[in-house]
């Protein structure tokens, strides 16, 4: 990591942003951060909400904890990027009384993965971006503090992330996800989606490998896996793959939420089940509130 530059927006004193421990309640930020990616050769950015204790900001509570802040990763779908969440739901607001740090990455449209013929945005996920989130703000490492959610593209991503490092997750949960790749790659016969789905994996195999949530499912054990969320809209035209991943994950013995709920593959859904996402996270610890 060369550089950076972090925007921070306080909510004391508009125009007049504080400076001081970011994540241990010195400030209420909302960072947009732009840094220099060692893996992707290139610069790139993540939106970042963290938590402050508030006793007198009108229409909003806030807590911090008295260690380094759990933190959510929370991932965009294919045609967004990391502001979306931010810009069409109320996230800042559902994670400030709970204490909660929620990280939000760019990965284009890479599918989560080391694409074949473009860069490699999986060991940028799942290696440098926690590094240099934790470089930058004082966010926990440990397991019981770290969770992973996302939408559509995101879901996949999400999950694949924890069930390939089940170490360092507690939780991880996929809305309206794209969580069969397999069959997605298979289906999908637009000229613009075969060029995504070349470019991201070039041909090779999917189903058996890493980059299959099934074959993720039947490789770790269950009893040492997060806790998985698994919800889509009964009128999705992903419902059935995400029925498949709960009735898949139930049966091998994973601890599985399920969450179909009337809805399609659109932002009243996400807005509504992410906030049902934050209250289901096994934040144990106690929080600060001024």
């Known amino acids: 990591m060369h550089s950076s530059r ?3 927006t306080s909510s004391d004193e508009p125009g007049f942003p504080h400076v001081g421990l970011v994540g241990q309640g010195a400030v209420m930020a909302l960072v947009r951060c732009d840094f220099f990616s060692d893996v992707l050769g290139l610069s790139t950015s993540m939106t970042v909400v963290l938590p402050q204790a508030t006793s007198s900001q009108i229409g909003m509570t806030g807590a911090t904890t008295a260690a380094d802040a759990p933190v959510l990763y929370l991932l965009h779908g294919l045609s967004d990027d990391d502001t979306i969440w931010l810009r069409r739901t109320s996230i800042e607001r559902y994670a400030a009384p709970l204490g ?3 990280v939000m990455p760019q990965v284009a449209r890479s599918f989560y993965t080391d694409e074949v013929h473009g860069n490699r945005y999986w060991t940028f996920l799942s ?3 926690p590094r240099v989130a934790r470089s930058f703000f004082h966010l926990s490492d440990r397991r019981e503090d770290t969770f992973v959610a996302g939408l559509s593209m995101g879901g996949y991503g999400a999950v694949k992330w924890a069930l390939r490092h089940p ?3 507690a939780a991880a949960a996929t809305l309206s996800g794209a969580v069969d790749v397999v069959a997605l790659e298979r289906l999908d016969h637009e000229p613009e989606r075969e060029k995504l789905w070349h470019t991201i994996f ?3 195999p999917i189903q058996d490998t890493d980059d299959d949530l099934f074959h993720l499912l ?3 054990d269950p009893a040492r896996a997060p806790r998985l969320y698994v919800g ?3 009128e999705d035209r992903l419902i059935g793959h995400n029925r498949r991943l709960h009735d898949v994950a139930r049966a091998r013995g994973f601890d599985v939420t399920e969450d179909f709920r009337p809805g399609e593959h659109e932002w009243g859904l996400w807005d509504d089940a992410i906030q049902d996402v934050l209250h289901w996270l096994p934040l144990g610890h106690g ?3 001024d």
């Open 287 to 289: 929080t600060n509130t």
């Open 232 to 234: 889509c809209g009964t």
């Open 6 to 8: 972090i925007r921070l």
């Open 218 to 220: 039947d490789s770790v």
């Open 100 to 102: 909660l740090a929620v």
């Open 202 to 204: 070039g041909g090779r």
């Open 167 to 169: 170490d360092r997750f």
């Open 127 to 129: 290696e440098e971006l």
